[in-house]
């Protein structure tokens, strides 16, 4: 068991979006969490992360270390995707710069290591953020819309990244508009239900 | 981020983020030039705006570089964490499983030997160009290497409190100007004493326990004030 | 003790029990202050050196003293809700910064209305006047940094995280103006503070202070009432409240 | 009563204006302060007051809720 | 986007613009707030830092009162424009069938009636505060009235030119001070001039032709800057 | 036609992105810009747009109005919807507060009405963006990645809603990284071909 979140309650703002959400994700899972816009995916995400803690109730157990990655991609717009990716601030674990370019050559940068990430389009800077996945060793992964901005060859990269992860025994936790990304490998938590 | 993983201790935490935040910082140079360019221009000003006489000039010189310097600091600690609120590297900061006070310090620190440290160093220089007599060079020097301690953490403090508001504009200066106040009485206290001949040193010694004490106060405060923040 | 703090806690009983206290205080209060007042203005004799001038201390001092006691409290109250969690002392935080604003703005336009006959001068820059002049800044730096806030729960966090950051500055900037002030004191001013005061202009002087210590309560409890009021509004107890009346 | 009259009351040897401009402006924002939380107890009580009814009558049946 | 439907005139793109801009600062009154209690704060610091002796004070307050709003004006109009770059208001600005000069103006218009203009009417406040003798308090006003108008106009340039600068463009605006500087020896002389029962009024002339050329000359600078701006 | 663009080149930071594009756009047509990721789709309708000029070479004729919404949706985030829409910077209408509550309601945001726009999620955030589209009469919308952070209903409203508008005469030019949203009413501007 990665995740064993029981009896969640979500609060933004004075307002109670969600309530009784349970959700226990293991190796080998994918899930994603789906429901319309505002239904409050991001908050439910953010408090299993434990970034956001006013306003979430209830239990949430993590077992072992986890990456999250959230709409906002901490990446300095002046610094170059090396310079970025060279430290990542919610881990002790620090890529050497061969590693980094690796994986900026996997998520097809080459040629970009040394730019600003500020210069880069929309989906190319979503791109050096997806870079983290490969130099992290993180069982659990939390991504809130990794597909935003990405185009089609993108996408197929970041679902042949994703198998591969659940594949050696990690999970995924995530959230897209799309439906069924995964197949029948993926499991659906429909926030709907538990909407207020 | 409760991992598995032996933590590291929380000094080598400190030194690597102080080594990324000074990093980030060298690479753009004009971070650091900034502060003493605004405290070289501000100063200009002076000596325009209250009449060129040198020896009422050099009377007032220590109480208007020791409120230059809270000025400067101030516009500097203002955007201390706004950019790594807005990138999301403060979420992810949050998430690391060191106290958020270790890692916050860490920057802060990479901060302040640019600027505050920076600063007090070529102090004397600006010093020297509004008539400050020599005896006052050296405790103006030092009395502002502790006190721009306090100011940047104070500062720090502000923009941790502030960072989550779309409309902060000046609310950060409102709000850590009166807890400035101390600080510059003991600084410009300290310097007119060296001046007169009496002795700055109690003075500095005042500053270096404010110094102190806000080393050990504030990061608890800017920890508890960025999780308020992210929480928002 | 122990017991009575907790039960402060809960909003139902607070809320009657504050109610009572209103009921209580109110008369109380008004009472006080305006026999203060007319003691203060019409009865009390002129000071043999300032003339009647002097009669503005009967708002001014009681003012001042209620306006630093207030900062106090309102640190107190942040400490409480930022360790236990206790949403009434939020309450209180919230609404004691803008009393307390309001009763240091008071003492400095009163002191310079002071200043005026007295020094010749609406303002100087003492030790006492300035940092009285810090501690308002103080509380508005509170009342502004609430106000900024969307979420007003992480609004009553950050300000409880300031005002502590205050409360142990506060003696610091006092200590520090004051020394500031003794090394530059000018000649050309006295400041008739600490003599003496005759029994009959003292008495009404203590009435008055503690007739704003009453009104500081007052004020505080029926903005904490009105606060609860409208945050529990979909709660039991409350309905149930409005349904017995 | 130390004063002989009410306009030396007014007068106050010259500070009268002094004195009663700083008792005027401490009186206005102390009615203020007791005055505007007072006024928003009573309007939230009202407000509960009538929601109650609203969920009263939304509760009861209609041929009794027609006075609503 | 040049559009088939009839243009409007200039003026009145200019008053709907003022007006929208000035309801989105009525809006919230920190923002007017905020820039009278941070020039209040930075005023209380020169006494604290130069000593409370009120004959001193009062020699030099019209130079610290002017240096003040100097640095309070530029601290407010730093940022202007960086809110409409970030969220793409000065792109949808860019398309309007209207010169940006002309929007630009009625957005500084209705800043400068928030900060500059209320600044002025506030000051004779201060100047007491400090000691400035009654005969300076009028001049110091209509002073501070025409000064923050080209104060405010030279700051929104400094804030047009570095507003896509995504380091440091706040202390890089602060190369425009030179600009400044006769602003403020005109504001300052004047007064002066007032309190020593010389004339202020051709000094106050002299404000009134600054402000009237950068009136003119400013906005399109500030337009062409945007431009810049948004083609980096 | 609405939109003649003949022999365009855009350069972004001395590097040059696409060649002698040439497009014309006229009224009933959906033109969808196609491309991977960085190939220049941002950077060429904003060249359309002319809001970047600098490194826009060639001719770009505009017949009539238009309407270009783009990443940053030019929302203030403290300010309400209603407060945001009643004024658009780039056209002279002016709309009342009745048109933009039912604009609101059309994009499914009635009860947000008076909510700063800063604690909106980010679907909703991208809906009062849209929202714009209903109250604008131009005949020609530029839109930029428009379908972003939609959920499924709001991507068939802002389908259905394009339609309408193509309908009615008017021409829309979009980019999406999902092929063929409209289907054979489209039109596909591969910007693959034109890359340097
Ligand atoms: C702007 C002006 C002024 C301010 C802000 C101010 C502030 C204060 C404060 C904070 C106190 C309370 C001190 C304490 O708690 O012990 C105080 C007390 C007092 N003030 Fe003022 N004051 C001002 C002007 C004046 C003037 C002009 C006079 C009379 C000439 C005056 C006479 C007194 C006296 C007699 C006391 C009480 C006695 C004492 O505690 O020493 N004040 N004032
Ligand atoms: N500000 C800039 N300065 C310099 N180069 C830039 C800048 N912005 C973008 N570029 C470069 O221009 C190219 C095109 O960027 P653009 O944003 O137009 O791509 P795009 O087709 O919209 O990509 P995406 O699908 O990721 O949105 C990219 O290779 C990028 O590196
Ligand atoms: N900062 C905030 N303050 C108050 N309420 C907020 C804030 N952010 C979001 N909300 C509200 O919380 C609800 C959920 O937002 P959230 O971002 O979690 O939605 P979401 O499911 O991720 O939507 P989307 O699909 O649009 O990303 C929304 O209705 C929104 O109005
Ligand atoms: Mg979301
Ligand atoms: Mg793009």
Known sequence: MLLQATQVAIERGDRRLLSDVDLSVSGGEIWQLVGANGVGKTSLLRGLAGVARLGVTGEIRHAGAFLYLGHASALKSSLSPVDNLRWHPASDVTASVSQICEALAAVNLAGYEYRP?????????????????????????????P??????????????????????????????HQPSRFGPLQQDLDLGRYAV | ??????????????????????????????????PLLFFFMVITLFPLGLGPDPTRLAALSHGILWVVALLASLMVSAKLFASDFEDGSLEQLALAPYPLAVTALAEISAHWLATGFLLALLSPLFGVMLGLPDEGLLTLSVSLLLG????????????????????????????????????????????????????????????????????????????????????? | MWAFIHKLGSPPWFFGFSGTLVRWLLPVTVTLLLVGAVWGLLVAPPDFRQGNSYRIIYIHVPAAVVALAGYYVMAFAGAVSLIWRIK?????????????????????????????????????????????LILLFLYLGVVALFEAYENKTAAARACAVLSLVGMVNIPIIYKSV???????????????GESAIDSSMLYPLLLMILAFYCLFALTLLLNMRAELLWTHRDSGWLKQLVGDT | ????????????????????????????????????????????WRWLQAEQRR???ATQPTAMGSDV
Chains 1, 6 share one sequence.
């Open chain 4, 1 to 44: 009563m130390y004063f002989e009259s009410l306009a030396a009351v007014w007068h106050m040897d010259g500070h009268g204006f002094y004195v009663w401009l700083a008792y005027a402006l401490t009186a206005l924002p102390l009615v203020l302060m007791v005055w505007l939380p007072v006024k928003r107890i009573r309007q939230h």
């Open chain 2, 1 to 34: 981020m409760p991992s598995d993983q032996p933590l590291l201790s929380l000094r080598v935490v400190f030194l690597r983020q102080f080594l990324r935040h000074g990093r980030s910082i060298m690479t753009s140079p004009a971070d650091v030039a900034n």
């Open chain 4, 55 to 57: 969920s009263a009558a």
């Open chain 1, 117 to 145: 990430v500020g210069s880069l389009s929309a989906g190319q800077q979503r791109r050096v953020a997806l870079a983290r996945l490969l130099l992290s060793d993180a069982p659990l992964w939390l991504l809130d819309e």
């Open chain 2, 148 to 232: 721009t301690v306090c100011l940047t953490l104070i500062g720090a403090l502000g923009s941790a409190l502030t960072v989550s508001i779309r409309r902060g504009g000046l609310l950060l200066s409102l709000l850590i100007i009166p807890l400035n106040v101390p600080v510059l009485i003991f600084g410009t206290t300290a310097v007119r004493e060296a001046v007169l001949g009496g002795n700055p040193e109690s003075w500095l010694a005042l500053l270096g326990g404010l110094a102190l004490g806000s080393l050990v106060v504030a990061p608890l405060a800017i920890g508890a004030a960025l999780r308020v923040s992210l929480d928002s």
């Open chain 3, 178 to 192: 004051d020394w500031w002030y003794s090394l530059h004191q000018p000649a050309s001013i006295k400041f008739t």
């Open chain 1, 147 to 176: 597909f935003t901005a990405l185009d089609v060859a993108g996408c197929e990269w970041l679902e042949a990244c994703v198998h591969r992860h659940v594949n050696a025994g990690g999970a995924t936790v995530f959230t897209s």
């Open chain 3, 88 to 132: 009434m002392a939020d309450v209180t935080m919230r609404a004691a910064a803008p009393v307390g604003a309001v009763l240091t703005a008071i003492a400095l336009v009163t002191g310079a209305i002071w200043g005026k006959p007295t020094w010749g001068a609406w303002w100087v820059w003492d030790a006492r006047i300035t940092s009285m």
